[in-house]
């Protein structure tokens, strides 16, 4: 229940911000702290993800919906998967509700703006919330699996 509770919560939050910033910020109103870190709310309907950001694969709107359902149901099976099977702590439950927070937002966006409101300048790129969801839950991912490798090794060794 509090995983559910965490998750509705970070999607609440980040949904809040964006209509905020998008009723009342949009024309022209930007704050830099310093050449690396501002407030650029810009909504991004061109380089929608990863895959067209990145990897330049230029995918449609419905392509990268269709990518969102799927990884909201990927993240949902690896989630119960690995929970079943596997020693499990608080890093794997903290990884899990920022990367489903973060996947949701993003299918929201895509369905309600056509694109991803950003709004935070983070050393050239401009960022939302969720941005920072999915980053925070790929680096407690891996943490998991090192401790978890780690976890492992020291079980086997005695």
Known sequence: MKRKFMIVALIIFDQLIKHIIFLNFMENKKYFFDRRFGFVPYLNKDQLSIFNNEMNLNLSLFTLILINIASIIIIAYLYNYIKKREYTNSLFE?????LTAGVVCSFIDKITLGGSLD???????IHDLKDFYLYIGF???????ITNLIHEKRSKGN
């Open 94 to 98: 903290n990884a899990f509700i920022m």
């Open 119 to 125: 709004y935070i300048l983070f050393f050239k790129h």
């Open 139 to 145: 680096i407690l991912i891996i943490i998991y699996m």
